[in-house]
């Protein structure tokens, strides 16, 4: 019987996963997210039901779209894939039998979402644009705190933690909307350290030490990489200041502190 309800926890995953991209591609232009129907970037033709089913959609329409046959980027494929086996991943860790559930560990899941949802459109967003959105941001610092709020009024978990990082988050926000003209490179920073301080609000300053590790192990691999395939194509002087691209940051900590939020459920609860 539980088969049954992986299935619908995967399936509900890659819905969110359908949704991210949807965000990610919206909110950097101040469209509306939750009301416009879906449409293709290419022709504008608004897409029906059948043309929006995670994964299946993709596959049977071999990645094109319907109308315009315009490729469709694979990230799309990806991510709906990818969170399906992330919400289904931290469902299992937690343990979580239907319909026996513990209260406390719903709660947890459901802290989890938010903060998986506020992490992957941030990092979907400076992938494309290196930028952090600081409404996303400030949504995924909210639902946090209401989290907080929930562990100190069930089980008296103290919120002077949060506290700070709330006062922290407060100062670098007003720096950031006093210089305005900061050159992008420091607006950037700015943007960085508070995604910092919301991690290291949800995490905690010890995992948070451990995802910064991670970040700059993937940010190595990744720059690497990146060398390696500039030598083979172009063959570039190394000393070439253009040849160092501009790293997302943000992307990394993001994919790291989903990979050590997960693997901190694993431990917890096994």
């Known amino acids: ?22 965000a990610i591609y919206r909110i950097p232009l101040k469209k509306d997210i939750t009301h416009e129907r879906s449409f293709c970037p290419n022709c504008n033709h608004k897409l029906v039901f059948w043309d929006m089913i995670p994964v299946v959609s993709y596959l049977l329409y071999r990645g094109k779209c319907r109308y315009c046959g315009e490729k469709i980027r694979i990230r799309y494929l990806l991510l709906e894939v990818i969170s399906g ?7 299992i860790f937690l343990n979580m039998t239907f319909p026996y559930f513990d209260i406390s560990k719903i709660i947890f899941y459901i802290s989890f979402i938010f903060m998986y949802i506020t992490i992957v459109i941030i990092c979907g967003i400076d992938k494309e644009y290196r930028k952090i ?21 069930t089980q008296k978990t103290g919120v002077y933690r949060y506290g700070i990082y709330l006062v922290l988050m407060s100062v670098l926000c007003i720096l950031y909307t006093t210089f305005l003209k900061l050159k992008a490179e420091r607006k950037y920073i700015l943007e960085v350290l508070m995604f910092l301080v919301y991690l290291t609000a949800v995490l905690g300053l010890e995992l948070m030490l451990v995802v910064i590790a991670l970040t700059l ?51 917890e609860y096994h």
């Open 133 to 153: 959105h600081l409404g996303v941001l400030l949504f995924g610092f909210i639902a946090y705190g209401i989290y907080i709020l929930y562990l100190y009024i």
């Open 1 to 22: 019987m539980n088969i049954l309800y992986y299935i619908i926890i995967y399936i509900i995953g890659t819905v969110f996963g359908s949704f991210f991209t949807l």
């Open 217 to 267: 192990v993937l940010i190595g691999i990744n720059q690497l990489l990146l060398y390696i395939r500039k030598v083979l194509k172009d063959k570039p002087d190394i000393l070439q200041e253009n040849f160092i691209p501009k790293v997302r940051i943000g992307f990394f900590l993001g994919v790291s502190s989903i990979i050590i939020k997960i693997i901190e459920t694993y431990l």
């Open 85 to 91: 086996f992330i919400f289904l991943i931290e469902y």
